[in-house]
């Protein structure tokens, strides 16, 4: 099986091939894509994570390792963002610090919960219906996330998902579930 540089590797020599694809696709399919530069850089970056994400499952695996705590401090974040405004407990630096004491706490619960519900090496999150779901996941990110325009987020969702299915194909594990 490829180890982690090659999948990344593929995933950076192999992008300007999803990028004549989705030409082709917009041109003679009629998908609306929007290759802008900014979505083009975007899908780029999420092609080429999509390359060796799917080994998040894998505990020893370095895109596991880096993915906790990316994910640790997002729900962090998230559970500060929405208790900063529900503290009281008297001075401002004393709310904002007790928000962010909530926050890490919760962050410490997302570090150990993501091991816990990562499903085995192999299984379902190297499938295509996970390669969809992080296709959907860029696309969210794109429309909603950025305000970009549907076209690019169509764009953005593609490379995600073709990025995430080059890992599949590199692994020879092409499965639906």
Not at 19 to 39: C, E, K, W
Not at 112 to 135: D, E, K, N, Q
Request: hydrophobic share 55%.
């Amino acid at each position: 099986m490829p180890n982690y540089d090659v999948h990344l590797l593929s995933g950076i020599v192999t992008y300007p091939l999803t990028v004549f694809i989705a030409f082709i696709i917009r041109d003679y399919v009629g998908i609306p894509f929007v290759l802008s530069t900014a979505a083009m850089v975007i899908g780029y970056a999420l092609y080429v994570l999509g390359s060796d994400l799917p080994d998040m499952d894998h505990p020893n695996a370095l895109i596991h390792r880096g993915t906790k705590p990316i994910v640790a401090v997002a729900v962090g974040s998230a559970v500060f963002i929405q208790s900063v405004d529900s503290v009281h407990l008297g001075e401002s630096w004393l709310n904002i610090t007790a928000a962010w004491g909530i926050g890490a706490l919760t962050a410490l619960v997302a570090w150990f919960a993501f091991t816990w519900i990562m499903p085995r090496h192999r299984g379902i999150v190297h499938s295509l219906l996970f390669a969809a779901v992080y296709g959907l996941l860029g696309y969210a990110l794109v429309e909603f996330g950025l305000g970009m325009s549907t076209g690019e987020a169509l764009f953005v969702g593609f490379a995600a998902f073709c990025g995430y299915t080059l890992h599949l194909l590199l692994d020879g594990e092409l499965s639906l579930l």
